[in-house]
């Protein structure tokens, strides 16, 4: 079954693995016990030591669904498991699939018939409930723990996301879809973004990315997340101990490689507005480059606020306060 039947499209789940034996067998339960089962998945290893490996390979042996798994004889990361498991999936949506969270029951069902009644969609993210290790919730949603604003939300629902995205990554893989054909565009994944992120900003440049304010899983936070949402309540403090210039040190590593994708993909005729680019470049590098005199540091990015680009390409006065501390 392809695009453009009239049959429903198939759904396919990506699932990776890594040392999470302990919460697999929850997450494998809730991908049965969906409303819309998915078509196929597959599962892919990262060199488990903990016994994951041979759990999925008995699993898939008396899954009721079609299931194929695999190992990396080497550890390669998250990243590049993810961009392997992937490209061995053949139906017309893909599930990116965490080793440690559940699914809701209308997962599957939910996100796929957005994409049947939109053709133009080409990712879809939503909502989660952050739950503890032992899946009790933690009385806060994922949007929430992100931060996302009204305005954000209005943005990535009207069309226009990559300007979002260019600030930061509102998409958690974890909840996320795509079509296959973005896969086109995508790979390979550059290692030093996030493959859910980058998985967003192709769809945002190529066509579109939205979003669905519904949980659609319990998003597991635990000490052993490769990636998770910091809950703490004290921020400020954190952001004053840091050390100075650490975090601009990681913000130019990404925006740097940000603009030079987004220049590959402009150079495919797939950016939707390659015009930003300049600006947004002036604004990475002033941000980079701080001077470190207080007095001169303080000029200078008032002089930057004035010119706007603090509220286009960065969290507006959040991103001042940071750079004014240089923290």
């Known amino acids: 079954m392809k695009q453009g039947d009239e049959d429903k499209l198939t759904c396919g789940v990506a699932l990776c693995t890594y040392n999470g034996r302990a919460y697999l067998a929850e997450q494998l339960a809730s991908l049965l016990a969906q409303e819309r ?38 550890r390669v990361g998250y990243i590049k498991n993810f961009e392997a498991a992937v490209q061995l999936l053949d139906t017309d949506l893909i599930f990116l699939c965490d080793q ?22 080409f990712l879809l993210h939503t909502n989660a ?18 931060r996302l604003s009204e305005s954000e939300r209005q943005a990535v629902l009207a069309g226009n996301a990559l300007e979002i995205l260019c600030r930061r990554n509102l998409v958690t893989g974890a909840t996320a879809a795509f079509r296959r054909r973005l896969l086109d565009i995508a790979l390979p994944f550059p290692a030093s973004l996030v493959h859910d ?51 601009h040190k990681r913000y130019a590593a990404r925006q740097g490689e940000l603009m030079k994708q987004l ?57 001042v306060a940071r750079d004014i501390v240089n923290r």
């Open 100 to 121: 440690d969270d559940i699914w809701l029951p209308n997962k599957i069902a939910l996100m796929a018939n957005e994409f049947e009644k939109h053709p133009d969609l």
């Open 37 to 74: 089962r998915p078509d196929q998945v597959v599962i892919y290893d990262d060199g488990s030591a903990d016994g994951s490996w041979e759990f999925v390979q008995e699993w898939a042996q008396e899954a009721p669904l079609p299931v194929t798994v695999h190992r990396h004889p080497e």
């Open 129 to 146: 409930k952050l739950v503890n290790a032992a899946a009790q919730d933690l009385g806060v949603s994922l949007f929430e723990a992100l």
């Open 197 to 247: 992120e980058w998985l967003a900003i192709v769809a945002a440049a190529h066509g579109r990315m939205s979003l669905l304010d519904a949980p659609t899983i319990l998003y597991r936070q635990h000490a052993n997340n490769a990636l998770g949402m910091p809950l703490s309540k004290w921020r400020i403090w954190a952001l004053l101990s840091a050390p100075p210039g650490q975090f």
């Open 263 to 319: 220049t590959k993909l402009s150079a495919m005729n797939a950016a939707k507005a390659p015009s930003f680019l300049p600006e947004m470049k002036k604004h990475v590098e002033f941000r980079s480059n701080l001077p470190s005199g207080n007095l001169k540091r303080i000029a200078s990015i008032f002089s930057e606020w004035k010119s706007g680009r603090y509220h286009v390409f960065s969290n507006g006065i959040r991103s």
